[in-house]
């Protein structure tokens, strides 16, 4: 089971990114996926849930910004980023479980992150 994080890099502020989160060795038809980030020296923070069946939650220092989706035939859960802040500036993590408890807590499998840098 893995999940690898990709599609980070460097944005101005106001600009967009989409981040990709692909599973291989399983099939994230049946997982709720989560988007986490987490800045230097601040906590991790769950920003973005979709469930099986595409049902959405955001943090509300996202909301309104950033939307997660899922493609099943990719394999994939995007997070597509809009009008980014320097605030948005962070490592960004997937994780997914099949119960979505697990994923909100955190303990679902994990991929490696990948940097967003915003500049202002």
């Known amino acids: 089971v893995q999940l690898q994080a990709s599609g980070g890099g460097l944005a101005q502020a106001g600009g967009s990114l989409r981040l990709s989160c692909v599973a291989s060795g399983f099939t994230l038809d049946n997982y709720a996926v989560a988007w986490f980030r987490q800045a230097p020296g601040k906590q991790r923070e769950r920003i973005a849930v979709?469930?099986?069946?595409?049902?959405?939650n955001y943090s509300d220092s996202v909301k309104g910004r950033f939307t997660i989706s899922r493609d099943n035939d990719e394999n994939t859960v995007y997070l597509q980023m809009t009008s980014l802040k320097s605030e948005d500036a962070a490592i960004y993590y997937c994780?997914?479980?099949?119960?979505?408890?697990?994923?909100?807590?955190?303990?679902?499998?994990w991929g490696r992150g990948t940097q967003v840098t915003v500049s202002s």
């Open positions: 994780t997914a479980a099949p119960n979505p408890f697990d994923v909100l807590k955190g303990t679902g499998s």
């Open positions: 979709i469930n099986k069946f595409g049902s959405t």
